[in-house]
């Protein structure tokens, strides 16, 4: 019996020291649910390539991941990270040569194809988007609302996200999408360098809307949104929006005329990266085919010009959704920059405002801390002095 | 030993209490057998889950077991337990033989993570592969996991150890043993029960790690099952509670086997 | 003789030898994270090697300054509190009622509130939420939610120590109470409670510091973030800011506050050893 055990724990010790190396293996670090995994499942047939898919959900946490030394071959995050990871020099620059299914002067749908140009021609502050990542899907952020539950006429910019008295609220739980309305409706000159009472305002008009009753959430809107949808209102992604509208016809999309944020996502090789594997994956997904029952899937704007004017043309799949598919660039949308310093604010300040949620805003510390701060105090007075008297009372 | 009537109060309030502790078990086997892919809804009996449970590929990956969570929590769990019994218990031996000062420090240093809440260690071992560079993965796991498991085994060792009667070791050195025979077939048959004791709790602690394994591989693809879980929480997958109920069944088990083996003490008692 | 000596001194060495690897963990990984811990706590955050090259105060200060953190740091306590008396208002009379039991029921008894721990924490909780949603669904994201699934994931570690406690106390200790007069109520509070004190300081420890600390239990049943633990914040600052000298900071004043609370208990803790059968391991 003794023996029996010991083999046995032998045997798995052995078995699991072996690496059993049937292949390679492509560890894609993607957001959840933005992509077609029968897409991934074709890839791995094809190719014989194993896909090892990671998920996140903010790209905070990406780049957090990343500079912390996790090892991927591909991944997909927004516009800014892009920026920032390129120049932590944690990513690769894109040998368009090796794209050989997408032509990045020719291919690129003409929506997207403006934001790109106004980054890149960016007087003060230029970058190219297409040096290191291949677009992957592009799109802005607005307001999702119940039709049936919601009155026209609530429809107000983004203070709409105020009315939490009336409406159920979600807003969405991540610092840049929780700021970007706040600059927005109080009036930011821009979202990437606010002034210091710019940035006090927002964060301000955060705390006044985010009462105890509001919910903050990110995936959770694909199953809360379903009919019956549990939001009157919610922060949502284009996309996410699209998905959401064609499964529940009680929803629409409003983008709020202070402007918004217009984003594109893309595929960056990470340094270190087994870029074999990442190209042959790029050129899966940007193939005409694949790149359109991916956007039929996800629900988000595809990068490829074809298959976009495709979409929203008559007879296309999202042509009733061309509100938000069709993403329309008005004057005052920006695309968020890298910023280190206001990163860090606004990543800091998040979780305040956060942690202040449901609490009076004038209570300062409020009663119930103030009793546990002296209560602790006390303890560990008195504690003290009976220690120090005991101590008096052996001698005597 | 006097035998109390219990009246009604008692069994009332019993009652209340075991319904409030198994009322969600129950709801987790019941609702692995859905139809449907939710979990407040029900809409009919199927035992779909459990086949979808078992052909998961994140979970159980039969053709490559390395990229299989819940072989790999398991390996974990099996790799960290053996290590750190064998370390632990070694101490535990060789601190009888050690003067009391120095058994009275590493005594105290080694309640340390046994006492500290468990965000604590995490953070700290966090910072640890930090400066030291290791990546996130099952490797930095692996090392959290025999550094909370170890202080556990000594603990439990340790007492044993010490209350054995000396004159047996001494008694084997006399009639020739060299000290590594002494320790194989004198010491150990003796605390083998504090041993097995120690490994158990080694290995509940690894496979139901959370906390811990969550900061220190995180993100790096390398999960275990309560990453898993944690990570899955906003997207309501049936399988899981598949999973659980089968584990539900093996803890049932396992409690009916130790309920019937403590039923036949009690009579061997009697 | 001489040979006996040489024995006994080899045997000495030999085990001496064996403590080595234990040392080598403990320190590695015990003793020099901790110390690291300290040290990142006075960094920059984004520094990378292992030398303190500044020292800063600013982490501190800034957790200490931002009013809500503070307050989240000291709800953590108050639910850690609700939690632990509610568990000691549930577990001491369950731990009594049990041993009045037949010998064999009461192991059943343990088996059964033994038994949900085996099963992973985050599906416990997650089937609490569940049934929480579909009966009393204004508990999620309350405080009265949040200490409840506290409770029901930490009631066995209050009942075991007071049950090992109460089954120790020598029936005759309380035949004399009743030979000298004392009423049942008297002999409860005058002497069953107090010697069982040590077993109850023991449950209160093993609820209070996981309470105070969790991260998984308002995910789950507060996912409105209303109800901001200390532990989300540490969380939230390592996983999605990568702050993670900011939480060493954090995590730092949190230990010196739980370790005044611990050491305050473990002072009133005057009756151990009255029960001759503990012997003091630590």
Same mark, same amino acid.
């Not at chain 1, 190209?279 to 029952?293: L, P, S």
């Given at each position: 019996m003794k023996k029996g055990l010991f083999l046995v724990l032998l045997f798995a010790l052995i078995f699991g020291l072996a690496s059993c190396d049937q292949g390679e293996t492509l560890r894609l670090y993607n957001w959840g649910e933005y992509i077609d995994d029968a897409l991934v499942e074709a890839?791995?047939?094809?190719?014989?390539?194993?896909?090892?898919?990671?998920?996140?959900?903010?790209?905070?946490?990406?780049?957090?991941?990343?500079?912390?030394?996790?090892?991927?071959?591909?991944?997909?995050?927004?516009?800014?990270?892009?920026?920032?990871?390129?120049?932590?020099?944690?990513?690769?620059?894109?040998?368009?040569?090796?794209?050989?299914?997408?032509?990045?002067?020719?291919?690129?749908?003409?929506? %997207?194809?403006?934001?790109?140009?106004?980054?890149?021609?960016?007087?003060?502050?230029?970058?190219?988007?297409?040096?290191?990542?291949?677009?992957?899907?592009?799109? #802005?952020?607005?307001? %999702?609302?119940?039709?049936?539950?919601? @009155?026209?006429? =609530?429809?107000?910019?983004?203070?709409?996200?105020?009315?939490?008295?009336?409406?159920?609220?979600?807003?969405? #739980?991540?610092?840049?999408?929780?700021?970007?309305?706040?600059?927005?409706?109080?009036?930011?000159?821009?979202?990437?360098?606010?002034?210091?009472?710019?940035?006090?305002?927002?964060?301000?008009? %955060?705390?006044?809307?985010?009462?105890?009753?509001?919910?903050?959430?990110?995936?959770?809107?694909?199953?809360?949104?379903?009919?019956?949808?549990?939001?009157?209102?919610?922060?949502?992604?284009?996309?996410?929006?699209?998905?959401?509208?064609?499964?529940?016809?009680?929803?629409?999309?409003?983008?709020?005329?202070?402007?918004?944020?217009?984003?594109?996502?893309?595929?960056?090789?990470?340094?270190?990266?087994?870029? @074999?594997?990442?190209?042959?994956?790029?050129?899966?997904?940007? =193939?005409?085919?694949?790149?359109?029952?991916?956007?039929?899937?996800?629900?988000?704007?595809?990068?490829?010009?074809?298959?976009?004017?495709?979409?929203?043309?008559?007879?296309?799949?999202?042509?009733?959704?061309?509100?938000?598919?069709?993403?329309?660039?008005?004057?005052?949308?920006?695309?968020?920059?890298?910023?280190?310093?206001?990163?860090?604010?606004?990543?800091?300040?998040?979780?305040?405002?956060?942690?202040?949620?449901?609490?009076?805003? @004038?209570?300062?510390?409020?009663?119930?801390?103030?009793?546990?701060?002296?209560?602790?105090?006390? %303890?560990?007075?008195?504690?003290?002095?009976?220690?120090?008297?005991?101590?008096?009372?052996?001698?005597? | 030993m006097k035998k109390k009537s219990i009246n009604l109060y008692q069994i009332t309030f019993l009652i209340l209490v075991f319904l409030f502790i198994y009322a969600p078990i129950i709801s987790i086997a019941i609702f692995s057998f859905n139809e449907a892919n939710s979990l407040t809804r029900w809409s009919g009996f199927t035992f779909d889950r459990y086949i979808e449970l078992f052909t998961d590929r994140e979970l159980f990956n039969w053709s490559n077991p390395r990229e299989s969570i819940v072989f790999m929590t398991l390996w974990i769990a099996v790799a960290s337990t053996f290590v750190s019994t064998v370390i632990g218990t070694l101490a535990a031996i060789a601190l009888t033989q050690t003067k009391k000062i120095f058994r009275d420090i590493t005594m105290t240093v080694n309640n340390i993570p046994i006492v500290s809440p468990e965000i604590i260690t995490a953070v700290s071992l966090l910072v640890l592969f930090g400066a030291m560079q290791i990546a996130p993965s099952y490797n930095t796991m692996l090392l959290a996991h025999i550094a909370f498991s170890t202080p556990y085994v000594l603990i439990t060792v340790y007492p044993k150890v010490k209350s054995l009667d000396p004159n047996i070791a001494d008694a084997a050195y006399d009639l020739g043993a060299s000290p590594l025979k002494a320790l194989i077939k004198v010491i150990l048959p003796q605390i083998k029960v504090a041993i097995i004791a120690g490994a158990a709790i080694a290995f509940t602690m690894s496979f139901d790690d959370f906390i811990i394994s969550y900061f220190v591989a995180?993100?790096?693809?390398?999960?275990?099952?309560?990453?898993?879980?944690?990570?899955?929480?906003?997207?309501?997958?049936?399988?899981?509670?598949?999973?659980?109920?089968?584990?539900?069944?093996?803890?049932?088990?396992?409690?009916?086997?130790?309920?019937f083996k403590s039923g036949k003490k009690m009579e061997e008692l009697e | 003789m001489q040979d006996l000596m040489q024995v006994a001194k080899k045997?000495?060495?030999?085990?001496?030898?064996?403590?080595?690897?234990?040392?080598?963990?403990?320190?590695?990984?015990?003793?020099?994270?901790?110390?690291?811990?300290?040290?990142?706590?006075?960094?920059?955050?984004?520094?990378?090697?292992?030398?303190?090259?500044?020292?800063?105060?600013?982490?501190?200060?800034?957790?200490?300054?931002?009013?809500?953190?503070?307050?989240?740091?000291?709800?953590?306590?108050?639910i850690a509190l609700a939690t632990t008396v509610a568990t000691l208002l549930i577990g001491y009379p369950l731990a009594y009622f049990i041993t009045h039991m037949k010998a064999r029921t009461q192991v059943t008894m343990l088996l059964l509130i033994n038994a949900p721990m085996w099963i992973n924490m985050l599906l416990r909780v997650r089937a609490l939420e569940q049934i929480i949603r579909m009966f009393t669904p204004f508990l999620i994201d309350s405080f009265a939610g949040v200490v409840i699934g506290l409770v029901y994931i930490y009631l066995p570690f209050m009942v075991l120590p007071i049950y090992a406690v109460l089954s120790k106390i020598d029936p005759n200790l309380l035949e004399s109470a009743a030979d000298l007069g004392a009423s049942k109520t008297k002999t409860l509070f005058k002497v069953i409670v107090p010697l069982s004190l040590s077993g109850v300081l023991s449950g209160i420890l093993m609820v209070f510091l996981p309470a105070a600390t969790t991260i998984i239990i308002p995910q789950y049943l507060a996912p409105s973030q209303n109800i901001y633990m200390i532990g989300t914040l540490i969380e939230k600052s390592i996983i999605n800011n990568g702050r993670i000298s900011y939480a060493s900071a954090v995590a730092i004043v949190l230990s010196v506050v739980i370790l005044g609370i611990v050491y305050y208990i473990k002072k009133l803790d005057k009756y151990k050893g009255v029960n001759s059968n503990e012997k003091e391991v630590y």
């Amino acid at each position: 019996m003794k023996k029996g055990l010991f083999l046995v724990l032998l045997f798995a010790l052995i078995f699991g020291l072996a690496s059993c190396d049937q292949g390679e293996t492509l560890r894609l670090y993607n957001w959840g649910e933005y992509i077609d995994d029968a897409l991934v499942e074709a890839f791995e047939e094809e190719t014989g390539i194993r896909v090892k898919q990671i998920a996140f959900d903010s790209n905070e946490v990406a780049i957090t991941q990343i500079k912390g030394g996790n090892q991927y071959d591909l991944v997909i995050p927004s516009d800014y990270a892009i920026e920032q990871l390129a120049l932590d020099e944690l990513i690769i620059e894109i040998n368009w040569s090796k794209v050989t299914t997408f032509n990045k002067d020719t291919d690129v749908a003409d929506g %997207l194809k403006s934001i790109l140009d106004d980054v890149k021609n960016d007087a003060e502050d230029s970058f190219d988007l297409l040096k290191y990542s291949v677009p992957y899907f592009w799109g #802005n952020v607005g307001i %999702l609302y119940n039709t049936e539950t919601v @009155d026209q006429a =609530d429809l107000d910019g983004w203070d709409t996200l105020l009315l939490s008295d009336t409406y159920n609220i979600a807003f969405y #739980n991540s610092s840049r999408d929780a700021f970007m309305p706040a600059l927005k409706a109080t009036q930011a000159s821009t979202i990437n360098h606010p002034t210091v009472q710019e940035f006090n305002a927002a964060v301000s008009w %955060l705390s006044t809307g985010l009462t105890a009753d509001v919910s903050v959430i990110t995936d959770e809107i694909f199953d809360a949104m379903l009919d019956p949808a549990r939001y009157d209102i919610a922060v949502s992604y284009s996309g996410d929006a699209n998905y959401l509208m064609s499964e529940n016809d009680k929803l629409d999309f409003y983008v709020p005329e202070e402007g918004t944020n217009v984003w594109v996502d893309g595929f960056v090789i990470p340094v270190g990266a087994n870029e @074999d594997l990442s190209y042959a994956f790029i050129n899966f997904m940007m =193939d005409y085919d694949q790149a359109k029952q991916n956007t039929e899937y996800v629900g988000y704007s595809t990068p490829r010009k074809d298959v976009f004017e495709e979409m929203i043309a008559p007879g296309g799949s999202f042509v009733d959704y061309q509100s938000s598919y069709d993403v329309r660039i008005n004057d005052n949308d920006e695309v968020y920059r890298y910023n280190e310093n206001l990163k860090q604010q606004m990543d800091a300040k998040w979780q305040e405002i956060l942690a202040n949620k449901g609490f009076d805003q @004038d209570e300062g510390l409020g009663t119930s801390t103030l009793i546990a701060i002296i209560g602790v105090g006390l %303890l560990v007075v008195t504690s003290a002095v009976l220690g120090v008297i005991k101590k008096k009372k052996n001698q005597i | 030993m006097k035998k109390k009537s219990i009246n009604l109060y008692q069994i009332t309030f019993l009652i209340l209490v075991f319904l409030f502790i198994y009322a969600p078990i129950i709801s987790i086997a019941i609702f692995s057998f859905n139809e449907a892919n939710s979990l407040t809804r029900w809409s009919g009996f199927t035992f779909d889950r459990y086949i979808e449970l078992f052909t998961d590929r994140e979970l159980f990956n039969w053709s490559n077991p390395r990229e299989s969570i819940v072989f790999m929590t398991l390996w974990i769990a099996v790799a960290s337990t053996f290590v750190s019994t064998v370390i632990g218990t070694l101490a535990a031996i060789a601190l009888t033989q050690t003067k009391k000062i120095f058994r009275d420090i590493t005594m105290t240093v080694n309640n340390i993570p046994i006492v500290s809440p468990e965000i604590i260690t995490a953070v700290s071992l966090l910072v640890l592969f930090g400066a030291m560079q290791i990546a996130p993965s099952y490797n930095t796991m692996l090392l959290a996991h025999i550094a909370f498991s170890t202080p556990y085994v000594l603990i439990t060792v340790y007492p044993k150890v010490k209350s054995l009667d000396p004159n047996i070791a001494d008694a084997a050195y006399d009639l020739g043993a060299s000290p590594l025979k002494a320790l194989i077939k004198v010491i150990l048959p003796q605390i083998k029960v504090a041993i097995i004791a120690g490994a158990a709790i080694a290995f509940t602690m690894s496979f139901d790690d959370f906390i811990i394994s969550y900061f220190v591989a995180g993100s790096s693809g390398d999960k275990n099952i309560s990453i898993y879980l944690y990570t899955n929480r906003l997207s309501p997958k049936p399988i899981i509670n598949a999973f659980s109920t089968i584990i539900l069944v093996i803890i049932g088990g396992k409690i009916t086997y130790d309920y019937f083996k403590s039923g036949k003490k009690m009579e061997e008692l009697e | 003789m001489q040979d006996l000596m040489q024995v006994a001194k080899k045997k000495r060495k030999l085990e001496h030898y064996l403590s080595i690897p234990y040392y080598l963990v403990l320190i590695i990984l015990v003793v020099i994270p901790i110390f690291l811990m300290v040290v990142s706590s006075f960094q920059y955050d984004n520094q990378s090697g292992i030398f303190p090259i500044s020292f800063t105060l600013n982490h501190y200060m800034d957790f200490l300054k931002a009013t809500a953190f503070v307050r989240a740091m000291t709800s953590s306590l108050w639910i850690a509190l609700a939690t632990t008396v509610a568990t000691l208002l549930i577990g001491y009379p369950l731990a009594y009622f049990i041993t009045h039991m037949k010998a064999r029921t009461q192991v059943t008894m343990l088996l059964l509130i033994n038994a949900p721990m085996w099963i992973n924490m985050l599906l416990r909780v997650r089937a609490l939420e569940q049934i929480i949603r579909m009966f009393t669904p204004f508990l999620i994201d309350s405080f009265a939610g949040v200490v409840i699934g506290l409770v029901y994931i930490y009631l066995p570690f209050m009942v075991l120590p007071i049950y090992a406690v109460l089954s120790k106390i020598d029936p005759n200790l309380l035949e004399s109470a009743a030979d000298l007069g004392a009423s049942k109520t008297k002999t409860l509070f005058k002497v069953i409670v107090p010697l069982s004190l040590s077993g109850v300081l023991s449950g209160i420890l093993m609820v209070f510091l996981p309470a105070a600390t969790t991260i998984i239990i308002p995910q789950y049943l507060a996912p409105s973030q209303n109800i901001y633990m200390i532990g989300t914040l540490i969380e939230k600052s390592i996983i999605n800011n990568g702050r993670i000298s900011y939480a060493s900071a954090v995590a730092i004043v949190l230990s010196v506050v739980i370790l005044g609370i611990v050491y305050y208990i473990k002072k009133l803790d005057k009756y151990k050893g009255v029960n001759s059968n503990e012997k003091e391991v630590y």
